[in-house]
C-alpha cells in the first residue's frame, strides 16, 4: 500500500493550498481516510476523515469551516482544500488510512504516507 501526499509549500497567511493523496495497493472501501498534521515541536493530530465509501467527513474544531476534505474514487485520491490558511496551520501534513476506530485517533490509522510541508507566513 502506498500513500503519496502531494501539494504543500509556503503560503501567506489568508491564501489557499490543496493537498493531495494518491493512494493504491489495495481497495480502500470500509476505510477511513485522514489527514494530520504535526507542528514543529508539537503532537500529531488528526485534522480531517472522509469515509472512503460514503464521503461522509469530520473535521477537528481547528480547521472546521476553512478546510475541506473530500475523495476521487475514481482517481484514488483524498485532498484537502485549506482556505483562509493561518501561521498556526504550519505542519507537515500526513495522509493515512484507518480500517476502523475513530477518525480523530492517531493510532486507528494502519497506513501512512509521507509528510509534505505546508508552511505559512504571517
Known amino acids: 500500500v502506498q500513500l503519496q501526499a502531494s501539494g504543500g509549500g509556503l503560503v501567506q497567511a489568508g491564501d489557499s493550498l490543496r493537498l493531495s493523496c494518491a493512494a493504491s495497493?489495495?481497495?480502500?472501501?470500509?476505510?477511513?481516510m485522514g489527514w494530520s498534521r504535526q507542528p514543529p515541536g508539537k503532537e500529531r493530530e488528526v485534522v480531517a476523515g472522509i469515509w472512503w465509501s460514503s464521503g461522509v467527513t469530520y473535521y477537528s474544531d481547528s480547521v472546521r469551516g476553512r478546510f475541506t476534505i473530500s475523495r476521487d474514487t475514481a482517481k484514488n485520491t483524498v485532498y484537502l482544500q485549506m482556505n483562509s490558511l493561518k501561521p498556526e496551520d504550519t505542519a507537515v501534513y500526513y495522509c493515512?488510512?484507518?480500517?476502523?476506530?475513530?477518525?480523530?485517533?492517531?493510532?486507528?490509522?494502519?497506513?501512512w504516507g509521507q509528510g509534505t510541508q505546508v508552511t505559512v507566513s504571517s
Open positions: 495497493g489495495r481497495t480502500f472501501a470500509g476505510y477511513v
Open positions: 493515512a488510512a484507518s480500517a476502523g476506530g475513530h477518525w480523530y485517533n492517531l493510532q486507528s490509522y494502519v497506513y
